[in-house]
Nanobody, 121 residues
């Protein structure tokens, strides 16, 4: 059974930083791409960042490019999202997902439960 468990969310002031982690189990981690998405009430899930199986390729939404960094540690079956220069509009429930490398939710077949990030102004 594939499981993804996110952690690291919380409340931070604008301009601050957070690092999200997502620990995966139940499938061979380094065979799959990983992605981060976010969602706010009443809106569709939004792509944030993705990383290839080896970590050599990364992809970002324009809204986070230059502020967020996705990385993975295949020895620890964990993917990270370093978020710097946070803005109130980054407030959302953040999900990690595993599947093929892509920028849409349809590219991923397993999802975590999410971790809340709240950025105060």
């Amino acid at each position: 059974q594939v499981q993804l468990v996110e952690s690291g969310g919380g409340l931070v002031q604008a301009g601050g930083s957070l690092r999200l982690s997502c620990a995966a189990s139940g499938r061979t981690f380094n065979r799959y791409g990983m992605g981060w998405f976010r969602q706010t009430p009443g809106k569709e899930r939004e792509f944030v960042a993705a990383i290839s199986q080896s970590g050599a390729s990364t992809f970002y939404a324009d809204s986070v490019k230059g502020r967020f960094t996705i990385s993975r540690d295949n020895a620890k079956n964990t993917v990270y999202l370093q978020m710097n220069s946070l803005k109130p509009e980054d407030t959302a429930l953040y999900y990690c997902a595993t599947g093929r490398v892509g920028v849409t939710a349809y590219d991923y077949d397993y999802w975590g439960q999410g971790t809340q990030v709240t950025v105060s102004s």
